[in-house]
Nanobody
Framework: QVRLVESGGGLVQPGGSLELSCAAS????????MGWYRQAPGKQRESVAT???????TYADSVKGRFTISRDNAKNTVYLQMNSLKPEDTAVYYC????????WGQGTQVTVSS
């Protein structure tokens, strides 16, 4: 079992920055891929960014150049640095971790609004 606890969401103005954190506990040695999804009101959940244990990353086209995912394996924590935020980035952001199954955090709200 893996437990994920997210933090760092909130309200920010367009053009601002936020950093999300996701701390994993439990069977952390079994975790391979970690990352973030988001779900905006009335929309399907979409992948934002992923990172392997070795540090290889992928990004959604909509966030490339603005978001950076990183991972501290010693702290079992994955981060999402979000810069140049836009109103369309408003969503609930969910952390996930894959072992032989997927685990999800509870979600953290990010609202980009003036």
């Amino acid at each position: 079992q893996v437990r994920l606890v997210e933090s760092g969401g909130g309200l920010v103005q367009p053009g601002g920055s936020l950093e999300l954190s996701c701390a994993a506990s439990g069977s952390v040695n079994s975790i391979s891929l970690m990352g973030w999804y988001r779900q905006a009101p009335g929309k399907q959940r979409e992948s934002v960014a992923t990172i392997t244990k070795g540090g290889s990353t992928t990004y959604a086209d909509s966030v490339k150049g603005r978001f950076t995912i990183s991972r501290d394996n010693a702290k079992n924590t994955v981060y999402l640095q979000m810069n140049s935020l836009k109103p369309e980035d408003t969503a609930v952001y969910y952390c996930f971790a894959n072992t032989y199954k997927s685990y999800w955090g509870q979600g953290t709200q990010v609202t980009v609004s003036s």
